[in-house]
């Protein structure tokens, strides 16, 4: 089964960065999950939904645009073409910067704001962007 990130590729589009959810930021549901262990085994759907969160998320960049794919059964995608998109945030909690995990806020045309929370390293992430809209940028004043 491939992933959803190779099945929405167009042609000639090619993935150049791929990110993973942080398990730090999935820390407060396996907490929770402990503490509600003792209360007939609820806390094990917790532990359950942050595996499924970790497992089903994928984060990539292509040479085209940005996609992100949340969820296993409801399913949440996100596709914005790196010459729509105007800006990257990057939002880090002191344990975020600690342990290298954070938030980026995508800002596109029209002011679309797209989340993508809780993922490993985002000031490469956010680097990766900034080349890759470059060189988008670039590609379309040549064409």
Request: proline letters at 3%; a positive charge; charged letters at 20%.
């Amino acid at each position: 089964m491939s992933s959803y990130v190779e099945s929405v590729l167009s042609s000639g589009e090619e993935v150049v960065y791929k990110a993973k959810v942080s398990f730090w930021s999935m820390l407060p549901l396996f907490i929770l999950g402990l503490l509600l262990l003792g209360c007939v085994g609820i806390g094990v759907f917790f532990w359950i939904a942050a595996i499924m969160r970790y497992a089903t998320t994928e984060l990539a960049i292509t040479n085209k645009k940005i996609i992100a794919k949340f969820g296993f059964i409801r399913r949440y995608t996100i596709e914005l073409l790196l010459h729509k998109a105007e800006g990257v945030q990057v939002s880090q909690s002191v344990f975020g910067r600690m342990l290298n995990y954070g938030s980026i806020l995508v800002s596109g045309g029209g002011n679309t704001q797209t989340p993508i929370p809780g993922i490993v390293d985002p000031i490469a992430f956010k680097r990766k962007f900034s080349e890759m809209q470059e060189q988008a940028e670039k590609k379309k004043y040549k064409e």
